[in-house]
C-alpha cells in the first residue's frame, strides 16, 4: 500500500511533465513536417526567473527542461503561416492531438497498475483529465497575456482558408 502510494506520488508530477514534452513534441514533428525549422523546445520556464539553461540539444533542437512550471512552447521559423494556413492547421492541431493520444495511451495501462484499487482510479482519473485538458487547447480562446489557444489558431487560419 505505502509503495503504491509512492509511485502515485512519483508519476503525478511526471505525467505532468511527459504530458506537456508530448503537446509541445507533437508541434515540433508536424512543423518538421510542413517545412519548418524548429530552434527551441522549452519545458517549465518560469517567468518569475531566468530561463533555464538548455539541457540536452538534439536533432539541431535546444531542449530546456525544468519541472517547475506551466509555461511551454516551440520557437519556429521557415514558413509564413498567414500564406500557408493549411500548415498553421496542422501544426496547431498536432500538439493537443499528441498529448491527448498520449493520455489515453496512460489511462489504458493505469488500469491494473498497482493492486490498490484507489490508486488505480486515481492513477486512471488523472490520465483522464490530461486527455481532456489537451483537447480543451482546442478551444478557440484567447488565453493569458493574450496567448491565442491552439483552437484560436485552427479557427484562424480556417477563416483565412474561406475568405
Request: proline letters at 5%.
Amino acid at each position: 500500500m505505502l509503495g503504491d502510494i509512492l509511485l502515485l506520488l512519483f508519476i503525478i508530477p511526471l505525467s505532468f511533465f511527459l504530458d506537456a514534452l508530448a503537446h509541445e513534441l507533437g508541434h515540433a514533428l508536424a512543423g518538421r513536417l510542413v517545412g519548418l525549422t524548429i530552434h527551441q523546445i522549452v519545458i517549465a520556464t518560469d517567468l518569475r526567473k531566468n530561463p533555464v539553461r538548455p539541457r540536452f540539444t538534439a536533432f539541431g533542437v535546444d531542449f530546456y527542461l525544468a519541472p517547475n512550471s506551466l509555461l511551454s512552447y516551440v520557437t519556429t521559423s521557415g514558413v509564413t503561416f498567414s500564406r500557408h494556413p493549411i500548415r498553421q492547421i496542422i501544426f496547431s492541431l498536432a500538439g493537443p492531438l499528441c498529448g491527448a493520444s498520449l493520455a489515453a495511451i496512460f489511462a489504458f495501462y493505469s488500469v491494473g497498475l498497482t493492486h490498490t484499487a484507489a490508486v488505480n482510479v486515481i492513477a486512471l482519473s488523472l490520465f483522464i483529465f490530461y486527455f481532456i485538458m489537451n483537447l480543451d487547447n482546442l478551444r478557440p480562446e484567447y488565453q493569458a497575456h493574450g496567448i491565442p489557444s491552439d483552437g484560436m489558431k485552427v479557427l484562424n487560419a480556417w477563416r483565412q482558408l474561406r475568405a
